[in-house]
């Protein structure tokens, strides 16, 4: 299977944000949409792209 083009317009807005709630305010999405794009991406690629913490946003 192939990452769609959504997986990776998100992935790319939450790089250039530096922050999944940013970025999700300047595609106008809910974070929610990004945050499941970026983990289904992850899993399709095996391997993480952010490291995450518990009280918020990934470091990317």
Excluded: C, W
Aim: glycine fraction near 6%; hydrophobic fraction near 45%.
């Amino acid at each position: 299977m192939t990452p769609s083009l959504r997986q990776i317009r998100y992935f790319i807005a939450a790089a250039d944000a530096g922050q999944i709630s940013k970025a999700a305010s300047e595609i106008n999405v809910s974070q929610s949409a990004i945050t499941t794009a970026i983990k289904a991406l992850e899993e399709l690629i095996g391997t993480s792209l952010f490291d995450r913490h518990a009280g918020g946003d990934p470091d990317l």
